[in-house]
């Protein structure tokens, strides 16, 4: 078992170096072809602050995820308190989420990036208390930040690219370091790190909601020294309702946004389920595995993940509409096969009770890392996505929409985790991947006939 992952680590910890280099020597060349060597300069400093502030972001959210159950565990609380717990952050981020999207837009995203920071060092602050009632009012404040932090710093990012005046392929590239970053070494580092002061500070489980705070302080503080305002609603003069209203209406009118409304919650809800279920599929028998280890393996598969996204789409060769279709078909395999493993008594034989793994033990858990690299291409490429379609002013708005039927479908599962099995949920989530595959198909299309001159419904029925 060792070997098999010093093998994937050193694997994939070569092809992220891999990819990373060449992508540096294109971003290199296409800098070096640029006319204004000013404008690229700014871009470099304005894309190294968005990268700083976005990682100690996503970091102050990576410090407290392995240790939210556990914490609730050692308050004395049953699987059905913690379930009840994590229900309600899914829920207010449900309810609460698209009310603040909304007012991001109407007041501001660097206002909502602060709220994000205040909101989220709330909810760690409630975690000194084992009162049931203050941990659950810090779950619904997590529920907000949440949905704030998936909306408001690329909202931002976006509007104020183009307000700089920015090239428009340029923004790509801070999409797939963002995910390198924030998603991939940060987490690994956050892990690390939240282990240590777990280990080394008397106040146990709590510490690492503590170095949240302050990591989420130091960013803000960012935040506040450098960022400019930018609005959704610049004028000022919807309500709060009217641009709800206006989102939802351009939702229901631009089919291209409406795919990506259906797109995004099937991929997020099938990678959400495989959070809750990938340790159950390995060891089914409670058998003892190395969890850390295994989580440092796939965020080591998403780097490689948004690594090859940021080198596609920097080379602008193939389109993002176009790729994405296969990827989503990948992703629909890679949970597939753990869903007949799963099925069959061979899971019964992925661990011994010594954690070392069978051969259909390390068949699932190169399964789930083709998954994670798919984790890492969806990032980017979808924020690519979102960034030419979505419509500026109401932009955080929608992609808070995007999430209402993800949080509702969390919501569900964790409401209902044993009413069904392991590999029934993971063959689930491979028709959801299949189902956004069509979606992701059917766009591309859509593009491919704008670009065209004509409209879909003129060329459905032609191979355009």
Known sequence: MDLYYIFLFVAMAAGCAYLEVNKKKSSASSSAS?????????????????????????????????????????????????????????????????????LVDKYGRRFGAMTYVLTYALSCVTKHWSNYGVLMIGRLLGGIATSLLFSTFESWLVGEHFKRGYEDTWLSEIFSKAVFLGNGLT???????????????????????????????????????TWAENYGDSQGKRTALESFKQALKAVQSDRKVALLGAIQPLFEASMYTFVFMWTPAISPNDEPIPHGVIFAIFMLASMVGSSIAGKLMGEGNVPVESYMQYVFVAAAISLFVPSIISHTSLSENAADHQGHLSFTGQLEIFAFCVFEACVGLFWPSVMKMRSDYVPEETRATIINIFRIPLNLFVCIVLYNVSLFSVATYLGMCSVFLMLAAYCQLTLHKIVKAEKGGYTYDEVKNDNV
């Open 187 to 225: 987490a690994i580092a956050s892990g690390l790190i939240g282990n240590m002061l777990v280990n080394s500070f008397s106040e146990g489980k709590v510490a690492p909601f503590d170095a949240a705070i302050v990591v989420l302080m130091i960013g803000g503080g960012i935040i506040v020294c």
């Open 34 to 102: 640029s006319s204004s060597s000013a404008s690229s300069s700014a871009f470099q400093r304005f894309k190294n602050n968005y990268l700083v502030v976005y990682s100690l972001m996503m970091a102050g959210d990576w410090l407290q995820g392995p240790y939210v159950y556990a914490l609730y565990q050692s308050y004395g609380y049953d699987r059905g308190d913690i379930g009840k717990l994590f229900i309600a952050g899914f829920g207010s981020s449900l309810v609460f989420g698209t009310i603040a999207g909304t």
